[in-house]
């Protein structure tokens, strides 16, 4: 196999999405479209990869990083000068270049490997990765020869009526010899209404030296779509995430709803789990196998053990341990690790925290820096007051501990193991193991007086 390498277009400034974001730099199911099309390159055995950057030239790097070799395109002037920025790097290299945009996220490996092999196959110079289209209205038609070659790209305004009823069309991603490649760049002009150097321009050069021109075509039309607004982001993003409810079904997952459930694309999720409507799994977050998540589940970030329950709750940067149960309502903060067998119940928020094997936080209450053990029972409206307004300060409950309803902890603080501490008490200092903490005005009865109260409250709204 001939050595691969890859330029990708990155250097438009993507007027029509009318955003501060450098377009490549939109996400598509939770990752940016430039990342979407290097996977694909890398994933169809492509070595090195040459990014064109220009306008957002910093952000691009920033997020891509030292994984790419770049190229800066000073001036916009055409996607023939985009790509001969790259000569200093590939220009004497010997192998195959694919070429593709930055803006294309639905392109699979297995298509610019189908490209490539298809390219190395027929002995060709250019290949074009083209898609069969019902309305190729507005593309490039491609015509072919009878031996099946490409005889030339026609515009859609230069089309005769018989080219115009052609399906076939230029995706804008090729495949190269690399060499002749770079040598027929030298040889593009400008001599045109927008005085820019057009890399279709190369294939016209390459047939006039008697060069072979192929064309290989994908599988699935929707591979082509190159995102130039939002319109066009949000059919990326439909078709994506019907790519990847596809495949998680396959899987083993069940999605009760795939057209109302968004997951990204470096979601993982287990066998037998069922994905209810309603629910976002985003990011790196990881579920495993015999889980129910939803409805309305929104999972940022997080790790989910095996045959947890997750309804109508929000977890980011949060592990739950197996058999876990979550929701409904609960907020799951970064920092929150559950172990196996906890319940975390409505209106329950956990921030930074790690919840022992087996226990309870069933309603109302907040848990915050904090470190607790096995099967606790924290009752309801119980807090934990960790912040001082200035510093955060940790509270530790020991195993077998029993926090009651409407409990004040204010950190720092530590309540032993088998401990009590009385319903709506204010804990400020240590509680021993096996004591009961009681901290709470002693209840006083006045006989008849709420009388008393109600005939002077009568009789100040009197006079007003």
Do not use: W
């Not at 610019?112 to 019902?134: C, P, W």
């Not at 009760?256 to 990011?283: C, E, F, K, W």
């Not at 053990?305 to 929000?314: L, Y």
């Not at 096996?434 to 009388?451: F, H, L, M, S």
Request: glycine fraction near 10%; charge should be negative; include cysteine.
């Amino acid at each position: 196999m001939m050595s691969r390498m890859a330029i990708m277009l990155a250097a438009g400034q993507g007027k029509r999405m009318k955003s501060k974001l450098y377009k490549v730099l939109h996400q598509v199911c939770g990752k940016p479209m430039v990342s979407h099309a290097l996977e694909a390159v890398r994933g169809a055995a492509c070595e090195r990869t040459v990014v064109i950057v220009g306008h957002g030239a910093e952000a691009v790097q920033a997020h891509l990083g030292d994984s790419v070799e770049y190229a800066l395109q000073n001036e916009q002037l055409g996607t023939g000068h985009a790509v001969l920025q790259a000569k200093p790097m590939l220009g004497e290299e010997d192998g195959v270049t694919v070429i593709i945009c930055g803006d294309t996220p639905l392109v699979t490996s297995e298509t610019i490997d189908a490209l490539v092999a298809l390219h190395e196959r027929e002995g060709a110079s250019a290949t074009i990765l083209t898609a069969v289209l019902e309305d190729a209205t507005g593309y490039g038609r491609i015509v072919r020869g009878e031996d099946g070659g490409v005889l030339r790209i026609v515009e859609q305004k230069d089309c005769s009526p018989e080219e115009a009823a052609i399906r076939e069309m230029n995706t804008g991603t090729y495949c190269f010899d690399n060499r002749k490649l770079f040598a027929a760049l030298g040889h593009v002009t400008n001599d045109n209404a927008q005085g820019e150097y057009y890399l279709t321009d190369v294939i016209g050069i390459l047939q006039s030296q008697g060069d072979r021109i192929s064309a290989s075509v994908m599988a699935d039309p929707a591979e082509s779509i190159g995102v130039n607004d939002r319109v066009m982001l949000a059919e990326a993003e439909r078709l994506m995430r019907a790519r990847i409810a596809v495949k998680h079904q396959r899987n083993g997952v069940t999605l009760i709803d795939p057209a109302n459930t968004y997951i990204d694309a470096d979601v993982t999720i287990g066998a037998d789990t069922i994905v209810h409507p309603g629910s976002q799994l985003r990011g790196r977050t990881s579920v495993g196998a015999d889980c129910v998540i939803g409805p309305q589940a929104d999972l940022i970030d997080a790790t989910v053990g095996d045959g947890v329950t997750i309804r109508q709750s929000v977890l980011e940067q949060a592990e739950v341990g197996d058999e876990s149960n979550v929701g409904p309502f609960a907020y799951l903060r970064p920092g929150t690790k559950l172990a196996r067998g906890v319940k975390i119940g409505d209106f329950v928020e956990i921030k930074n925290s790690v919840i022992g094997a087996g226990s309870k936080v069933p309603h109302l209450s907040y848990v915050g820096d904090a470190v607790v053990g096995a099967n606790v029972n924290i009752g309801c409206g119980a807090i934990t007051a960790n912040y001082d307004g200035y510093n955060k300060s940790k509270t530790e409950i020991g195993d077998n501990a029993f926090i009651g309803s409407n409990a004040n902890l204010i950190a720092p603080v530590k309540v032993g193991s088998g401990a009590y501490v009385v319903a709506g008490s204010t804990i400020t200092h240590d509680v021993g193991e096996n004591d009961v903490a009681i901290a709470r005005e002693r209840q006083v009865n006045k006989p008849g007086y709420a009388d008393k109260i109600r005939a002077r409250a009568r009789s100040k709204k009197e006079r007003e």
